[in-house]
């Protein structure tokens, strides 16, 4: 942990400042084990693996801990050699390198840390937040970068000040906590007066829960991590090249996307057929392991971003609910 993270961190219970007892330092004088102690309520939190620890890891999105020390390296642009990543990511902010400049920026619900990795080359400070010990695979990925700054906690009690950030995107993970309005709202705290916010959220339309996904998911969701993982590895090599030809099909391949739970990018010729394969393993994990999948209206999270002090919320117009908005 490096000591200009500490200048962010409050205790998350009752949000006073916190002091630092650092037992073991690397040789740039990073934090590498030690506890970060509530000059408040007293409460103390460890330091392991150079990675404050606010939460103990197993908890709901334990699933997502699972899979991202298992894929660690999947979605990293730097190691996979595409740029799919970095295009997101500067796709669903809409933000610049130029507004990136100086600023520090949280990546809430980080995982493995594909985005993280994206932003590494910018002159930014990125913060990413997990709940799970997926920040141990971030570590893993990003240890090494300076400018990368990696936190375990709760989206619901963020262990940072009052605007800390001059800008945050939570992507693809709204959705899979118990309490998405709330997660929503728990965003803006941490931003400050006119810094920057974006969020992208599985989006609930009519059919939406007639989605083969979410009536398979009551079973899947219930099976243990390792046979739900060798279930989808077991039968991959039937479903991978029947979804290569249907999903391909114009028409019939959006209604087959409906019927098949299986996650084949296809529309991705960045990826070759291997790469394409393994994600194809990891997002179905994704797609049906987690404890909650709950998609969002588009009028519900704008209400809660404006009710928190975000303005000029604005679609953009990305897969999924995409919103972007100024605190």
């Not at 295009?87 to 493995?112: H, P, Y």
């Not at 709760?154 to 001059?166: H, K, Q, T, V």
Request: charged residues 25%.
């Amino acid at each position: 942990m490096d000591a200009k993270l500490l200048d962010l961190l409050v205790c998350p219970g009752c949000r006073a400042e916190l002091a630092c007892d650092a037992a073991v330092t690397d040789v740039d004088g990073g934090i590498v084990t030690g506890a970060l102690k509530c000059t408040g309520c007293g409460a103390s939190y460890p330091i392991e693996r150079g990675i404050p620890r606010f939460v103990p890891s197993e908890n709901y999105a334990s699933s997502f801990g699972y899979q991202w020390n298992r894929f660690k390296q999947e979605q990293i642009d730097s190691t996979n050699g595409t740029r799919q990543s970095e295009n997101r990511v500067f796709s669903e902010t809409g933000w610049t390198r130029e507004w990136l400049r100086g600023k520090w920026v949280l990546d809430a619900g980080c995982g493995a840390g594909r985005f993280l990795d994206a932003l590494t080359d910018t002159e930014a400070q990125v913060v990413g937040v997990d709940i799970t010990n997926a920040v141990d695979a971030a570590q893993s990925n990003l240890g090494g970068k300076r400018n990368v700054h990696l936190v375990q906690a709760s989206i619901y009690e963020l262990p940072f000040r009052d605007g800390a950030f001059d800008g945050c995107y939570c992507i693809g993970v709204i959705q899979h906590t118990p309490d998405p309005d709330r997660t929503v709202r728990s965003l803006p705290r941490v931003v400050k007066e006119g810094g920057r916010l974006a969020v992208t959220i599985y989006e609930r339309r009519r059919f939406t829960p007639l989605n083969m996904k979410y009536l398979v998911r009551p079973l899947t969701r219930r099976m243990s991590r390792t046979a739900l993982l060798s279930t989808i590895r077991a039968t991959m090599p039937v479903f991978f090249p029947l979804t290569e030809l249907l999903f391909r099909i114009p028409v019939l391949g959006r209604a087959a996307r409906f019927v098949i739970p299986v996650a084949n990018y296809v529309e991705k010729p960045d990826l070759n057929v291997r790469q394409r394969y393994q994600w194809a393993v990891l997002d179905t994990f994704d797609m049906l392991a987690p404890a909650y999948d709950q998609p969002q209206r588009e009028d519900d999270v704008r209400r809660a971003l404006e009710s928190s002090g975000v303005r000029q919320v604005t679609r953009l117009p990305n897969p999924g609910l995409n919103l972007v908005g100024v605190k």
